[in-house]
């Protein structure tokens, strides 16, 4: 890809680490919002670090029985205590990070008080972490296209069942004695353990980026 060119991505539910760097690369990023939300992917799924290894946090999303469902209409079940209990996952997994106290307060009201719809919740979690490391709030796309001819195509990029073969780039990580480096998880692993440093690595990680998809 070129310098001019833009990036189209799909929301998910707290970046990918390296969906982030995507925002670092210095070329303009689209949101799609004009798909049908799908199943078992990151638009409703994040993968975090605990001491007893990877947790899949899920929202439940209210589903219509042989409907395809528009990805900014689609429903989150809040009469499961969904919100309160990826929280709790996230204290437990967090706590003890460097920076879990200093950025905490930025996302509890969140999940205290989640809003109906799935696309603004996951819309107001990527704003979050666009203030925190410094980055410009993606744009949102106006137009369905199955292939994009304006922009290059990273939608499918990031998915739950398969890694991209890209070599990692290892920060600190709390449990990273138990398990390993563990790579790609959500934003959350890397601004709670890297804090202010997030910016940087993401600038880093970005270089990587661009030039594997050159």
């Known amino acids: 890809m070129n ?48 001491s007893q290894g990877i947790l899949p946090l899920v929202i439940p999303v209210v589903h219509q029985q042989g409907l395809p469902i528009f990805i900014q209409e689609a429903k989150i079940d809040n009469k499961r205590p969904w919100a309160i209990q990826h929280w709790r996952s996230l204290i437990s997994g967090y706590n003890k990070s460097p920076y879990f106290s200093y950025y905490k ?4 009201g969140l999940y205290l008080n989640p809003p109906e719809l799935l696309f603004d919740f996951n819309i107001q979690l ?5 203030k925190i490391v ?21 939608r499918s990029m990031f998915n739950p069942k398969h890694q991209h073969e890209i070599p990692s780039l290892p920060y600190y990580q709390t449990f990273e004695t138990e398990n390993g480096f563990i790579r790609n998880l ?3 692993d890397l601004i709670f353990n890297e804090g202010p ?3 940087e690595y993401l600038k880093t990680r970005a270089k990587m980026l661009l030039s594997f998809l050159q």
């Open 105 to 108: 307060h930025y996302f509890e």
């Open 197 to 199: 440093e997030a910016g």
């Open 186 to 188: 959500s934003a959350f």
């Open 3 to 50: 310098s001019t060119e833009s990036i189209l991505i799909q929301l998910h539910y707290t970046a990918p680490v390296d969906q982030l760097a995507i925002l670092a690369m210095g070329i303009p990023v689209f949101i799609e919002s004009q798909e049908n939300y799908q199943k078992q992917s990151y638009r409703n799924r994040c993968h975090i670090l605990t």
């Open 134 to 154: 410094k980055l410009e709030m993606p744009q949102l796309n106006t137009s369905w296209e199955e292939k994009p001819s304006q922009h290059k195509d990273l």
């Open 126 to 130: 990527l704003a979050i972490f666009c």
